[in-house]
């Protein structure tokens, strides 16, 4: 089993619907992040929460939320789902030590098409 | 904030060497990190780098200068399963030291 498992991976839905992407994780990391990628944008950090009790807005948090339910699952909302929404989303864990490299668990992605 | 650049396509031969640039702007360095990804996978990291000089990992090496704000990747004896998008990232010095990603370079390898 993935360290890292998203759910759903591929979501096709409409303007206006809810949508809920779930992460969890097994590698007891507390960090998590959620990020969304554009071809030709790279990665862009959407929101990130350092533990159970922390979440944090990134870079492109408009129009969307995030629940840390525990320390193993962090999920992504959008309440009113956008075509411009249309994206792959990924999530990830690190695990922050000093002299660490940072380094970023992904998971396999989220596939989201907003029609 | 921080700003990246890296070209966007990079070509070469199977058994060739390639060096990815990456430049960057940032208003607190802490490190720079290089990821690859395959078509529709997910990202896996690579190297980092906190201090300047080269790291190497296998065929994999990274560079990096702090004065010129600039790193590199080098790719040596090139396979075919080397072809992914390739992104640099900068981890800032604030509290949250979080990672702003370039917009990736594809790699092509050919036979």
């Known amino acids: 089993d993935a360290d890292v498992t998203q759910t759903p991976r591929n979501r096709i839905t409409k303007t206006g619907k809810r949508i809920m992407l779930e992460c969890s994780q097994t590698?007891?990391?507390?960090?998590m992040y959620w990020y969304r990628q554009d071809p030709g944008l790279g990665l862009r950090l959407i929101y990130y929460s350092f533990d159970v009790k922390d979440i944090n807005k990134g870079e492109i948090s408009d129009g969307y939320s995030v629940s840390r339910q525990a320390q193993a699952k962090f999920s992504l909302s959008l309440e009113s789902a956008i075509p411009n929404q249309t994206a792959l989303y990924f999530c990830?864990?690190?695990?922050?030590?000093?002299?660490?490299?940072?380094?970023?668990?992904f998971g396999e992605g989220s596939r989201l098409t907003v029609l | 904030g921080q700003s990246l650049e890296q070209p966007s396509e990079v070509t070469a031969v199977e058994g060739a060497i390639v060096q990815i640039n990456c430049t960057y702007q940032?208003?607190?360095?802490?490190?720079l990190s290089w990821y690859q990804q395959h078509d529709g996978g997910a990202p896996t990291f690579l190297s980092y780098n906190a201090l300047d000089g080269l790291e190497e990992t296998g065929r994999f090496s990274s560079f990096l200068s702090r004065s010129d704000s600039y790193g590199y990747l080098l790719l040596q004896e090139l396979q075919m399963k080397d072809s992914a998008s390739y992104f640099c990232?900068?981890?800032?010095?604030?509290?949250?030291?979080?990672?702003?990603f370039g917009s990736g370079t594809q790699l092509t390898v050919l036979p």
């Open positions: 990830a864990t690190s695990d922050f030590r000093a002299g660490s490299t940072g380094e970023l668990f």
């Open positions: 990232a900068v981890r800032d010095t604030g509290s949250a030291r979080q990672l702003t």
């Open positions: 590698k007891g990391h507390d960090r």
């Open positions: 940032t208003s607190g360095f802490y490190g």
